[in-house]
C-alpha cells in the first residue's frame, strides 16, 4: 500500500493543537479544517486534468479541471469536521456518508449508516477519518467501497497506527494512505498513542 506522510511545517504546528489536551473543543474542529485543506491538497496532487477554454478579461486562453472529480466519505461521526473543508477544496466533489462506531469492549466496527452511490466503478472515492487505530472501521468503509465497484480508494486520515496500516496493507484492498502522522502504536484500549485522544468527542463531546 502506497502512504505518503504531510511532512509540512504547518501541518505539524496543526497536528500539535489537535494533540494538545487543553485543545477545546472548537479549537480542535478548526485545526481538523485547516489540516484537512493540506492533507487533501496533497492526496490530490497526482489526479488527472483536463483543459478547456476559458475567457479572461482580456484574452482567450486554456484552463485546467479535474478531469474525474472524487466521491468524498466521511466516516461519522469524527471524519464529519473534515467533509467541509474538503468539499471547500474540490468544489465538484460529491459526498456520501457512512457511520461506523468501534464497540468499546472489542474493537470491532459496527456499521450504523450507509449513503453511497449504488456504482462507484471509475470514480475516485476519498474516505475521510481523523484516525486510522485498529483499522478495522477503515477496513469495513472499503469493503462497502469495493462492494459497489470502487478500485481507486485513498484513506485520508489524521493520524494512523502502524497497525491500522499493516491491517489496510493485508487486506489487499485497491487503497493508499494520505496522513500527517504514523504513530508510535495503540495502547491496551485500543487508542492511537500518543494520538490524539477520541477524535469524534474532541470535536463535538462524549457520546
Ligand atoms: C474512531 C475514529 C475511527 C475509529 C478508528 O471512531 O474516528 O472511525 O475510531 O478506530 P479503528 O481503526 O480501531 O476502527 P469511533 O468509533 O470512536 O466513533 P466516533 O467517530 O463516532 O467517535
Known sequence: MRTQVVDHPLASALLTTMRDERTD?????????ELTQML??????????????VQTPVARTRGVRLANPPLLVPVLRAGLGMVD???????QARVGFVGMARDEE????VSYLESLPDSLAGI???????????????????ELLVARGATDITAVCVVAAPEGIAALEKSGFPVRLVTASIDDGLNGAAFIVPGLGDAGDRQFGPR
Open 124 to 142: 475516485p472515492v476519498y474516505v475521510l477519518d481523523p484516525m486510522l487505530a485498529t483499522g478495522g472501521s477503515m477496513r469495513c468503509t472499503i
Open 85 to 91: 473543508q474538503a468539499s471547500a477544496s474540490i468544489p
Open 106 to 109: 472489542t474493537h470491532e466496527p
Open 40 to 53: 487533501i491538497y496533497e492526496a490530490i496532487r497526482d489526479a488527472p486534468t483536463e483543459e478547456f477554454d
Open 25 to 33: 473543543n472548537a479549537a480542535f474542529r478548526a485545526a481538523l479544517r
